[in-house]
């Protein structure tokens, strides 16, 4: 292309742009957009008149009736009986409603605006905005006696707002989707859906019973009892299902307290139930106990429907729910994931002598303690104590790496067989504290990798072999050890 065309097509190009920008720079503002018109009052007054409702839908009648109760609230950290007015409906059978949703439709009555006038005057043909046969007729009766009566249309074609008329008033209003759907509630629209809220940092029961005979029970620790110092348990211990309590690893019951869901009604499926048993809550498959220091959540399960959902009850109703199957697989827990895998576990200062036999040889550990008086009275007495190996005396730095071995070993597994306690290697801890003052510890063969651990003539869980040699190898060094020192 010759240079001369180039110049004409560049000045083409530029005088394009600069006629854009002209035109960009001197076009007129547009329009601003007319202001929406006001939305238009029909109701204006202060809810708390309203002393009853009655909803008459296609969904069914409800009556609302203002009463007052005594209840009980919290205020500066103590519990106190006050009076208040609330919502009561009109049921044969005592249930609980959610006082904020049955408010929603007083809200309606008492705070009602129109999006825009439809008709001003009453048109010939109502059934055209569906008020022939109303969807809903709402009435609201006010503490003077008067009465405000409300109808229902359809819904309009825009889908997010109604049709409405109000007795003694020909016009015909758009309302918001809300007012509509208030006055198309349900029962089960305003009823109470909660359960007992459990505090998840708080819990100090837990129990899962599916019926097996083996039901996962968990308590708190808040005092050590005898029986929990014999068997060396922490915060936490499980007294079923095993035969003797099993301390519970904190960490992994926080972790399914934590994972558990909110656990609320998602089916109202019948009140005043007199045949529990069609639901399968005459013998429950499932039962489940929560416990906090304030409530209790205390569930039965019975039969499955619609594929994913189970019927269930509380105990201080004749009422049966439904929920998701899903918000109750932690039920699915095994008792083994939650305990502490300890065979045996006690603390040191619980303990004055520990005997270890195996393999043809024997030890006796003791550890002697003597009291020293503190010579001024703001201070503690001392606890001096000797520790000994075959009555040889050792260091605690020796010592206790050798009894943190006794009491590390850690169980592999549960154990199904019936067994004979016949041991190959027996641990006998005599404690200072508690009802049991010697707990054996034996352990049995079972095949060639591992022991069976029995534990006050139980055999319930399974130790690799290594771990119980390794044991006993460490007790027969600190001998030697002792022995050399002499």
């Known amino acids: 292309m010759s240079k001369s065309k180039n110049i004409i097509i560049l000045v083409i190009v530029l005088g394009l742009l600069a006629g854009s920008y002209l035109f960009l720079a001197n076009r007129p503002e547009p329009e601003t957009e007319e202001p929406q018109s006001e939305k238009v009052t029909i109701l204006d007054f202060d809810k708390n008149e309203i002393t ?28 106190q009986k006050v009076t208040k007015s609330m919502w009561e409906v009109e049921y044969p059978h005592e249930i609980e409603l959610k006082q904020m949703s049955v408010d929603d439709i007083a809200y309606s009555f008492a705070s009602l605006q129109a999006e825009r006038v439809i008709e001003e005057e009453r048109p010939d043909d109502l059934a055209a905005y569906g008020l022939e046969e109303p969807q809903a007729v709402a009435q609201a009766t006010l503490k003077d006696g008067s009465k405000q009566i409300l109808y229902l249309g359809d819904r309009t074609p825009s889908g997010n707002t109604y049709y409405l008329m109000m007795e003694g008033d020909p016009k015909v209003y758009e309302v918001w989707m809300n007012h509509g759907q208030h006055f198309l509630y349900t029962l089960s629209d305003v009823r109470d859906r909660s359960l007992p809220a459990i505090n998840s940092q708080d819990v100090t029961y837990f129990i899962v019973d599916k019926g097996d005979d083996r039901p996962i029970e968990i308590k708190r620790n808040n005092a050590q009892s005898d029986e929990e110092t014999q068997f060396g348990i922490g ?32 089916d109202f499926v019948e009140d005043g139930v007199e045949d529990f048993a069609k639901y399968g809550l005459e013998d429950p498959s499932l039962e489940l106990i929560i416990k906090d220091s304030e409530n209790t959540l205390h569930l039965l399960f019975g039969n499955e429907y619609d594929e994913d959902k189970i019927y269930f009850r509380t105990l201080d109703t004749d009422s049966v729910y439904g929920m998701k199957k899903s918000n109750i697989e932690f039920a699915h827990v095994k008792p083994f994931d939650l305990v502490e895998k300890f065979a045996y576990i006690v603390n040191i200062e619980n303990v004055d002598k520990l005997e270890i036999e195996g393999r043809g040889k024997s030890y006796t550990l003791t550890l002697s303690r003597e009291t020293q008086e503190a010579e001024n009275e703001d201070e503690e007495d001392e606890v001096i104590t000797t520790y000994m190996i075959d009555g040889k005396e050792v260091e605690k730095e020796s010592f206790t790496p050798v009894y943190q071995s006794v009491i590390g070993i850690i169980v592999d597994a549960e154990n199904t067989e019936e067994l004979i306690e016949r041991p190959e290697i027996k641990t006998t801890f005599y404690l200072n504290k508690g009802s049991n003052r010697e707990v054996h510890i034996s352990y049995v063969p079972y095949d060639n990798d591992f022991y069976a651990v029995f534990r006050g003539g139980n055999a319930e869980f399974l130790v690799h072999k290594d771990s119980v040699h390794n044991m006993l190898k460490d007790v027969e060094n600190l001998a030697q050890f002792a022995s050399s020192q002499e």
């Open 52 to 79: 009853k409702m009655e909803l008459k839908s296609i969904n069914g009648e409800l009556t609302f009736n203002k009463v007052e109760k005594e209840v009980e609230e919290e205020k500066d950290g103590e519990k």
């Open 235 to 266: 915060a936490w211990y499980m007294p079923q299902p095993y035969k003797e309590p099993m301390g519970v690893s904190g960490n992994r019951f926080q972790e399914l307290i934590d994972g558990m869901p909110a656990l609320s009604i998602e």
